[in-house]
């Protein structure tokens, strides 16, 4: 099984920046596609970023486009979600998930970690 945390979450000014990391546990981390989503207060969990397993195919949500960036590092077992150009629209908490699957959509993800909080003051 895969186990996932996040980290990096924190208390930012509009237009400013964070990288979010999520460790994984387990030796097959690899061979998993990964992804960041996010639910703000009263919103359905929405898809954020996702990143093929050798890292070559990446995907972002309209929402975020040209201002995150995701990348991984399988000898680190992490994935990074790097976020510029932060909006108070971006205040969630976001969660780290793994599928071992081609699908990237929400109910496709298997592994889920517990999530960071990111808050954007304007």
């Known amino acids: 099984q895969v186990q996932l945390v996040e980290s990096g979450g924190g208390l930012v000014q509009a237009g400013g920046s964070l990288r979010l990391s999520c460790a994984a546990s387990g030796r097959t981390f690899s061979s998993y596609n990964m992804g960041w989503f996010r639910q703000a207060p009263g919103k359905e969990r929405e898809f954020v970023s996702a990143?093929?397993?050798?890292?070559?195919?990446?995907r972002y949500a309209d929402s975020v486009k040209g201002r995150f960036t995701i990348s991984r590092d399988n000898a680190k077992n992490t994935v990074y979600l790097q976020m510029n150009s932060l909006k108070p629209e971006d205040t969630a908490v976001y969660y780290c998930a793994a599928t071992a699957g081609s699908r990237w959509d929400l109910n496709s993800m298997r592994y889920w970690g517990k999530g960071t909080l990111v808050t954007v003051s304007s």
């Open positions: 990143i093929s397993w050798s890292g070559g195919n990446t």
